[in-house]
């Protein structure tokens, strides 16, 4: 007696219900390890959001759900228990992978012109922008295309015209 | 003078092209190692064949040699261990694998199928060793010198062109 079409939203609702249903358990197992201590995890999500994961490369190390990354927050993880400090767990990292796993970069001479990079190109735009005003400035009134009120569509403020 | 003046754009579109084509060609990963120029990090690993003998950093020592981390999960090692099998046979070097977060079965059942080019192969199980050596991109391969100085590393794949152009020369230097 069923129509084909509701026969077929049955089979569809069905294959949801399996697939999300397989899904969800998998999903609620990885946040596993977190509860026992929350201020020493609160500190490992603040280190580690600040660390570059370098399977995929625009996750950080607290985002990503990469293998070396998870064991990467396995040993902040340890290294906050033993009690090391934020900066010795940064040199932990960065003599292994180098300055690139910081989103940070320290401030050094290679570093100069991506830390000052983006002030610089304000400061020649603003120069730019000064004196090309300036200059404008100068020029006298001929220079200039003259408005043409009664020639050009200067539509009224409002009212219909007749 | 005044009438190139309208080049400017021109010019300045040249310049950002050219910089945006440097880029394609640069690889984001590969990551400039700081290891290179440092003493390889100590290690006391089991060997993949024999978890009652280990091998450690000092043991290394007073030789040049070539560490290959793999692992029998690893596509990309597959593809590059022909060659890696047919550069051990050349006998240049000793070629030592780390197995890197394996199973020691399945590491090893991967070397009886495809050939075992290493004088042996160091396990390591949950990776430590490989975060010590800065692993994050299976395969990877690094060349240590006499004094346990990490003098190369090649991240992915080795290919021919690198074993020619930058690790034989590099051998024969550290070697003579």
């Not at chain 1, 939203?9 to 596993?32: D, I, K, Y």
């Not at chain 2, 040249?14 to 290690?43: C, H, N, T, W, Y």
Request: proline share 7%.
């Amino acid at each position: 007696m069923t129509h084909p079409e509701t026969r077929f939203a049955r089979v569809v609702l069905l294959a949801c219900l399996v697939l999300f249903g397989a899904t969800s358990p998998l999903r609620a197992g990885e946040a596993a390890p977190a509860a026992d201590d929350p201020a020493l995890e609160a500190r490992l999500v603040a280190i580690t959001s600040e660390l570059r994961c370098l399977v995929c490369q625009n996750q950080t190390i607290a985002d990503s759900h990469a293998d070396l990354a998870v064991d990467l927050r396995n040993q902040v993880r340890e290294m906050l228990r033993r009690g090391d400090s934020r900066e010795q767990i940064v040199a932990y990292m960065t003599a292994r992978y180098g300055d690139f796993v910081l989103y940070r970069p320290p401030l050094k001479e290679s570093t100069a012109l991506l830390w000052f990079g983006p002030a610089l190109l304000m400061v020649a735009g603003l120069v730019v922008l000064v004196v090309v005003l300036r200059r404008r400035a100068r020029l006298p009134d001929e220079s200039f295309e003259t408005d043409d009120d009664t020639s050009g569509p200067t539509p009224a403020a409002g009212g219909p015209t007749s | 003078m005044k009438s190139l003046k309208f080049l400017i754009p021109l010019a300045l579109f040249g310049v950002l092209a050219l910089f945006l084509a440097a880029g394609l060609k640069l690889d984001p990963r590969e990551v400039p190692s700081p290891l290179i120029g440092k003493p390889a990090p100590d290690f006391k690993l089991t060997r993949l064949d024999d978890p009652t003998a280990s091998i450690s950093r000092d043991d290394m020592l007073g030789k040049v040699w070539i560490l290959n981390v793999w692992a029998s999960w690893c596509v990309a090692c597959r593809e590059e261990h022909p060659m890696l099998v047919e550069f051990a046979q050349r006998k240049l070097v000793p070629v030592y694998g780390l197995n890197y977060k394996d199973v020691r079965a399945d590491g090893t059942a991967w070397l009886s199928r495809h050939g075992n080019p290493y004088e042996a192969s160091l396990f390591d199980g949950d990776g430590r060793v490989g975060i010590d050596f800065g692993v994050y991109g299976v395969p990877e391969t690094f060349v240590i010198d006499r004094k346990g100085v990490i003098r190369f590393k090649q991240i992915g794949p080795l290919t021919p062109e690198v074993l020619r152009d930058r690790i034989e020369p590099l051998l024969k230097s550290l070697q003579a």
